[in-house]
């Protein structure tokens, strides 16, 4: 980024300061000729520094011209989709100079995005998710669909994409408590039941759930003297078919919400 002429001035004459030889240049009259020879090399090292900024940037231009973008680059695009509105012609950006910053607050309905790359060939899965009341949710069928349309506008030639707009994966669970005896169960079912959901609910989008992280987050409930799962389990809303959770998985849709959690609560004595 190019220094202002002021800032190089300002440091240019800081220099001069330190240098013990110029102090014979002590007139404080802007327009002392000193002071105006440090301002032209101010200025000009201002237009040099311009000048590189913008080769910089013509220089970036070519390269994302130039190659292949990589999954994160389609993740930030996805971000910034804008609802309702069209793409400057040959270009992947919107012209928001007419809009408020609310107006593209509005208009972005996605809120959370990730991208992951076929193994065996160049398809990508978009999995793509908005938000209801703070929480997690699926855009809208035709916020959908103008969504699909501009990444097959932007989109490199020949990749092909699958976009993941679903509704949250459904989680169930059993677990026995074992509880300090001293305590009143039911208040530590309530932190436990609570505990599952922040979990699952406060997961990265497209993250791993883990069985061991969510023993690990029980176990630092006030009142917790062990925790034993005795099953976990998780579906797609695309079908509702329940699979067992073998130490982790990653939603289909990208994040899921506890849909049966079944806390066995025993005293623990010992």
Not at 40 to 62: N, P
Not at 86 to 108: F, G, H, N, V
């Amino acid at each position: 980024m190019a220094r202002s002429t002021q800032d190089i001035f300002d440091s240019l004459l800081q220099e001069k300061q330190q240098m013990k030889v110029l102090d014979v240049l002590s007139s404080t009259s802007s327009t002392s000729i000193w002071r105006l020879l440090l301002y032209v090399v101010a200025f000009c090292m201002h237009t040099l520094e311009v000048l590189w900024d913008q080769y910089k940037f013509e220089v970036d231009a070519e390269i994302d011209a130039m190659l292949p973008h990589r999954a994160k680059w389609y993740r930030d695009k996805v971000l910034l989709f804008m609802k309702d509105t069209t793409l400057i012609p040959d270009t992947d950006k919107y012209d928001t100079s007419a809009m408020s910053e609310d107006d593209i607050s509005a208009a972005r309905v996605v809120k959370h995005a990730a991208v992951t790359e076929a193994k065996d060939s160049s398809r990508l899965t978009i999995k793509v998710a908005g938000e209801n009341s703070g929480k997690r949710a699926p855009i809208g069928a035709a916020e959908h669909t103008q969504l699909q349309a501009y990444i097959q506008e932007i989109k490199d030639a020949g990749v092909l994409f699958d976009l993941v707009n679903i509704a949250p994966d459904y989680f169930k669970c059993e677990l026995d408590i074992y509880y300090n005896a001293m305590k009143d169960p039911t208040t530590v079912q309530y932190d436990c039941e609570q505990a599952i959901r922040n979990y699952i609910e406060n997961l990265p989008f497209n993250g791993e759930f883990s069985n061991m992280a969510m023993i690990d987050m029980l176990q630092q409930v006030d009142g917790v003297r062990i925790v034993e799962l005795k099953n976990a389990e998780s579906a797609s809303s695309l079908d509702g078919t329940y699979a067992p959770i073998d130490a982790l998985v990653v939603p289909v849709a990208g994040y899921m919400e506890a849909k049966s959690l079944t806390l066995n609560l025993k005293a623990h004595t010992v």
